[in-house]
Every structure is written in C-alpha cells, then in structure tokens.
C-alpha cells in the first residue's frame, strides 16, 4: 500500500512539472492563471465600442419642418427624391400615418437655421404648399453641445 501511494505522488509531481508554461502565464503562490490571447482581442473591441457610443446621436429639443402631408405616395416619393439630391446634408422624414405620408425634414437645434432652409425651399419650389416649423425631439451629437430653446 505504501509503495502504490509512492508511486501514484511520483506520477502526481511528474505530471504537474511537465505541464508547458507559456510566455502569457502568471504565477502566484500556488495558482496558475493562464491568460488566453482573445482577451486582448475582446478588450479592444469594448474600448471601440465604448467610443462609437460616446459619439452617438442624442435626442435633443430642436425643431423640424413638415413639408408634405399626401395620400399620394408617388407625389411624396418625388418630393423625397428631390430633397435628398439637393439637400444631402439634412435628414428627409417619410412617415405614414393613416391615411396620410408625411414628410420631414432637418434636425434643427436653432430655430433661425430652420427658418433658413424653410424660406429656401419655398423659393425653389420642391413643395407647393405652405412649410411648417415644428417643435420636436430631433437627433444631435453629442460632442457638439445643444442650444436652448428659444
């Protein structure tokens, strides 16, 4: 019996001192950690992702013009169509609200912009009818700070 117990401590500090010990490995005491390489991988990605959020749109007072309430959807597809080739910098808004589509336009934190862009596009003509500004939540970046309301 003693000598099975000898042998079986023999084979047991054997195994344990065979086992490779790899540059990312850190000992401590008596623990072993190894660290696996995709843990580096994985906090690179957070830190990405930790930055594109900061980044992120916000929703801020500001204000947007309607520019289209239609049951015809070829009209408002036009009209869409032609605010965003001459217009590309501002964001075009199609919702449907029964019976009605109606489009949007613009993320604007100051109201005197949104009366800019209003008084333009009367002038060329895209929309017949009147333009309306209306107070909503718009989208803002974050690194940029929002003005109050007027």
């Known amino acids: 019996m003693k000598n099975l117990l000898t042998i079986l ?3 047991g500090a054997a195994a344990l001192k065979a086992q490779a010990v790899s540059q990312d490995t850190l ?3 008596y623990a072993t950690i190894q660290k696996d390489s995709r843990i580096d991988v994985l906090g690179k990605k957070m830190a990405e992702y930790n930055e ?8 801020v ?13 070829a009209q408002a ?4 169509s032609q605010l965003l080739q001459q217009y590309p910098e501002h964001k075009v808004y199609m919702v449907f609200q029964t019976p009605y589509i109606k489009l949007k336009m613009g993320n604007f934190t100051d109201k005197s912009e ?3 862009l209003r008084k333009a596009l009367l002038k060329s003509e895209i929309v017949s009818g009147n333009i309306y500004l ?7 970046r974050q690194d940029k700070p929002a003005l109050t309301e007027e």
Do not use: I, W
């Open 134 to 140: 209306l107070p909503e939540m718009v989208e803002s």
């Open 61 to 73: 007072k500001g204000y947007r013009l309607m520019l289209l309430s239609t049951n015809d959807r």
């Open 77 to 80: 597809m036009q009209v869409r």
């Open 9 to 11: 401590f023999l084979f």
């Open 52 to 59: 594109n959020l900061s980044s992120k749109l916000k929703m």
């Open 27 to 29: 000992v401590k005491g």
């Open 114 to 116: 949104a009366e800019k």
